[in-house]
Nanobody
């Protein structure tokens, strides 16, 4: 079982920044995909960003130019730098690691006030 521990969520005003971190531990294959989903009340789950072990990234259109995903392979840690935050970014953010199946973090609340 892969364990994912997240940190960095909180409350910020519109235009502010947050940096989310997610450290994976357990039986982790050397080649995988890590990333972030978010879930807001009354809205569909949205895939925010992904990054492969090799550093290839993908972003949702809604966050392009504002969010940056990165990872430290030696530490099995993924980060999400969130800048220019908007109220519509308010959601629970879930870290995941994928290799043949998904492993999930516990989620961390991000709230952006207007």
């Amino acid at each position: 079982q892969v364990q994912l521990v997240e940190s960095g969520g909180g409350l910020v005003h519109s235009g502010g920044s947050l940096r989310l971190s997610c450290a994976a531990s357990g039986s982790i294959f050397s080649s995988n995909v890590m990333g972030w989903y978010r879930q807001a009340p009354g809205k569909k789950r949205e895939l925010v960003a992904t990054i492969t072990t090799g550093g290839s990234t993908n972003y949702a259109d809604s966050v392009k130019g504002r969010f940056t995903i990165s990872r430290d392979n030696a530490k099995n840690t993924v980060y999400l730098q969130m800048n220019s935050l908007r109220p519509e970014d308010t959601a629970v953010y879930f870290c995941f690691l994928y290799y043949t199946r998904n492993y999930w973090g516990q989620g961390t609340q991000v709230t952006v006030s207007s």
